[in-house]
């Protein structure tokens, strides 16, 4: 068994198993961004990488259908780091708070070998999509383009530094097309693991099975940190998203559809 599905199953909590735990019309949210796992200093400025830990966090929120209100922001924080350094990280955690209208209301810091961020996000839904139903029949589908995260973070193991406005260092967050097609989708989830690791956790959490219309190359289904969209919804609903992702000039694939059985994924774990 996966170790990270193994953990969790540790937990028996019917809100465990989302993007974020509903509680009446709030949702919790929380994601671990630290250095050595998910970027390296070198790779990017010090207030890239805070507004990356902010998205992130935020990303969960949105494929939910939720507006983020609160966030509670722990830290690890090199002993190296002088008041610069600080006011950077802050500019960039405060930058993505205000575009989303989220305050940062609390969190806890502490001094170690390394940055790390440990972020826990409260939203607020009237009516949060989670990760099913999802029913034999329906369409899948994500947004944007997958893939430039994979390349990006593989031109940085290569060269050291990720290139300015790189998709692996700014995921774009798709927050106008959520609101505006929310009514016609069914089930969603932001794809953080890649679109095989993420699809087989539907497929888990839903037992269903999917089928690809077309082959997907590996190098785009294991795409990590694309924080993309990936929706299912009833065949009835096509048009109407489609229209929405043009007006709100969303990319908008449409690759799969649920069928009996189990997804398989052929991508390595990312977490352990």
């Not at 966090?57 to 722990?74: C, E, F, Q, R, T």
């Not at 300015?164 to 989708?185: D, G, N, T, V």
């Not at 269903?208 to 609903?237: H, N, T």
Request: glycine residues 8%; proline residues 4%; aromatic residues 10%.
């Amino acid at each position: 068994m996966n170790k990270e599905f193994y953990f969790i199953s540790l937990f028996n909590n019917k809100s465990i198993g989302d993007d974020a735990a509903v509680v009446g019309k709030y949702l919790y949210s929380h994601d671990i961004f630290c250095e050595g796992i998910h970027f390296r200093t070198e790779w990017m400025p010090l207030e890239v990488i805070a507004k990356k830990a902010m998205l992130v966090n935020i990303s969960d929120a949105v494929a939910m259908n939720a507006k983020p209100l609160y966030a509670l922001v722990g830290i690890e924080m090199p002993k190296r780091f002088e008041m610069p350094q600080m006011r950077a990280i802050a500019k960039g955690l405060q930058e993505v708070c205000a575009e989303f209208g989220c305050e940062i209301i609390g969190g806890d810091t502490v001094a170690g070998d390394r940055l790390c961020f440990s972020i826990t996000i409260v939203s607020i839904s009237n009516r949060p999509i989670e990760r099913g139903p999802i029913k034999e029949g329906m369409l899948i589908a994500y947004t944007g383009r997958l893939g430039a995260s994979k390349n990006e973070l593989t031109k940085a193991l290569r060269y050291g530094k990720v290139g300015k406005k790189s998709r692996f260092s700014e995921p774009i967050l798709r927050q106008r097309f959520m609101q505006r097609a929310a009514r016609h989708i069914t089930a969603a989830m932001d794809i953080s693991d890649g679109l095989f690791d993420d699809l087989a956790k539907l497929s888990r959490h839903n037992r269903i099975g999917f089928r690809l219309f077309s082959p997907i190359p590996k190098r785009v289904g294991c795409s990590g940190e694309e924080y993309e969209l990936l929706i299912a919804f009833w065949p009835s609903e096509r048009e109407a998203l489609m229209r929405i992702a043009e007006a709100t000039r969303t990319p908008l694939t449409i690759f799969a559809r649920a069928m009996r059985g189990r997804f398989r994924n052929v991508c390595h774990a990312h977490h352990f």
